[in-house]
């Protein structure tokens, strides 16, 4: 079965920076994007980034580009998020997410059931 374990959950201050990882197993993570959201208190989910199979292609939403770096090891099935410079409006709780099967990309998320899989979630507090 498809399994996705987020960790790195966190307290930092704002400026500080915190690695998020996602064990992936059950499948064969080298051939599917990957994405990581977000959802902060009240607000609905947010699209944070993704990344293709061969880790050559990512994109991210503006609010985080240039701060976070997404990654993946395709040995260890593990996919990174290495966020930088965080803010208060970073404090979220972050998940990794795959696409159904058959799917390439997902558009206009809304819902972590818009994937075909997804994680537990870590949470990410940037606070003084």
């Known amino acids: 079965q498809v399994q996705l374990v987020e960790s790195g959950a966190g307290l930092v201050q704002p400026g500080g920076s915190l690695r998020l990882s996602c064990e992936a197993s059950?499948?064969?993570?080298?051939?599917?994007?990957m994405y990581w959201v977000r959802q902060a208190p009240g607000k609905g989910l947010e699209w944070v980034s993704r990344?293709?199979?061969?880790?050559?292609?990512?994109a991210y939403t503006a609010s985080v580009k240039g701060r976070f770096t997404v990654s993946r090891d395709n040995v260890k099935n593990i996919l990174y998020l290495e966020m930088n410079d965080l803010r208060p409006e970073d404090t979220a709780q972050y998940y990794c997410?795959?696409?159904?099967?058959?799917?390439?990309?997902?558009?206009?998320?809304?819902?972590?059931?818009?994937?075909?899989?997804w994680g537990q979630g870590t949470q990410v507090t940037v606070s003084s």
């Open positions: 059950g499948f064969t993570f080298k051939n599917y994007w």
């Open positions: 990344l293709s199979p061969d880790g050559a292609r990512e």
């Open positions: 997410a795959r696409p159904s099967e058959g799917h390439i990309i997902v558009v206009n998320i809304r819902s972590l059931t818009d994937f075909g899989s």
